[in-house]
């Protein structure tokens, strides 16, 4: 399968524990985003990379997040202190350099208990 | 403030029933307009771009079209099947691709 990644599908954690997600970027594609979805909204914005430059990061995101990208392959997602809010899918996507659309990954389904 | 609307929230449908649904947008320098279909519990899968205005792409039932301020994603004789949230995304011109918040279709046999 080339598509978009993304590990764990599911993740199940208690609240204050700290997690992290995998993204594998379909190969060449030297941008990739991060966003989070709740049920019933759109995608929100996270981040993005370039190869291994971050090059935005939401007002919205908290200082709980953290992403990386090394070496401008596969990114992670951290979350610290985990919150109830913090519940929602979390989706990655990637884009070729040329100006085309975003494809995304199954998504990882993040649940604070 | 770039930003993407969507409209109607929710569309119920009798097979065969054509309609319309609605994206506007607000962004810096529209470098492309997307529209993907989200099935539950899955990531978004890719449908349409347009880049400019008075674009068309068609796809099976599906048509989308692009003015400078909005873009219509238009079902003709639509079937269960395409029962689905339909999300409609803009590319800034710094690359930011910006999502709306979809609109859920539901096709009544």
């Known amino acids: 399968d080339t598509g978009v990644s993304q590990n764990p599908r599911h993740k199940i954690t208690k609240r204050g524990q700290n997690v992290t997600f995998r993204c594998d970027p379909i190969s060449e594609h030297n941008r990739l985003y991060w966003y989070r979805q709740t049920l019933g909204q759109g995608p929100e914005f996270l981040t993005y990379?370039?190869?291994?430059?971050?090059?935005?990061k939401s007002r919205l995101l908290s200082d709980r997040f953290s992403a990386e990208r090394p070496k401008g392959s596969f990114s992670t997602l951290e979350i610290q202190r985990t919150e109830q809010g913090d519940s929602a899918m979390y989706l990655c996507?990637?884009?070729?350099?040329?100006?085309?659309?975003?494809?995304f990954g199954q998504g990882t389904r993040l649940t604070v208990v | 403030e770039d930003q993407v609307t969507q409209s109607p929230e929710a569309l119920r449908l009798q097979e065969g029933e054509s309609s319309s649904l609605n994206c506007s947008y607000t962004?810096?320098?529209?470098?492309?307009l997307f529209w993907y279909r989200q099935d539950p519990g899955k990531g978004p899968e890719f449908l349409f771009t347009l880049y400019s205005a008075g674009e068309e792409k068609e796809k099976e039932r599906l048509k989308a079209t692009l003015t400078k301020k909005e873009s219509f994603l238009h079902i003709t004789a639509p079937k269960p099947e395409d029962s689905a949230t339909y999300l409609c995304?803009?590319?800034?011109?710094?690359?930011?691709?910006?999502f709306g918040p979809g609109t859920s279709l539901s096709v009544i046999p």
């Open positions: 990379f370039q190869n291994e430059a971050q090059l935005e």
């Open positions: 995304a803009a590319k800034t011109s710094y690359d930011k691709v910006i």
């Open positions: 996507a990637s884009i070729l350099p040329v100006n085309t659309e975003a494809f």
């Open positions: 962004v810096s320098g529209l470098r492309g």
